[in-house]
């Protein structure tokens, strides 16, 4: 698992001394929105921007064999009904604060099955 919290903290240490705008990391569009509202929970966290609102986490996922799923924002339920039936994909978990739109990456950690899908690779000794 990859923590993205040093990050995190030198971004805001870069907002607080005016080196980059609010605007730049306040910046969740419309998708990001509608997928926090819809697939994201609610964390115990105040916005690090406003300080209005608790945050909320949405997990992404993205692997080749999620096929048409990679690349959208999936529910925790969703997560484990995915991590049953696919060998390997990857988890980016995207903090959206709803109010002033700040947005950034958590963490991210592979998920599934472990299996490898047997298909034209030779295995050295089996
Ligand atoms: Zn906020």
């Known amino acids: 698992m990859v923590d993205y919290a040093l990050q995190r903290r030198a971004l805001l240490a870069d907002v607080r001394a005016g080196r980059?705008?609010?605007e730049e990391v306040c910046d969740a569009g419309?998708?990001?929105?509608r997928?926090?509202?819809f697939h994201g929970t609610t964390v115990e966290q105040t916005c690090p921007m406003c300080r209005k609102e608790p945050l909320a986490?949405?997990?992404w996922v993205f692997g080749e064999s999620l096929r048409?799923?990679?690349?959208?924002a999936r529910s925790t339920e969703d997560l484990e009904q995915l991590a049953a039936h696919h060998a390997e994909f990857t988890v980016h978990v995207v903090e959206v604060c709803r109010s002033c739109g700040w947005n950034h990456l958590v963490r991210?950690?592979?998920?599934g099955t472990g299996r490898r899908p047997r298909r034209g690779r030779r295995t050295a000794g089996g």
Do not use: I, K, T
Not at 30 to 33: G, R, T
């Open 57 to 59: 986490q949405v997990s």
């Open 20 to 22: 980059v705008g609010p």
């Open 108 to 111: 991210s950690y592979v998920l």
């Open 68 to 72: 048409h799923v990679s690349g959208s």
């Open 35 to 37: 997928a926090a509202r």
């Open 30 to 33: 419309a998708y990001l929105h």
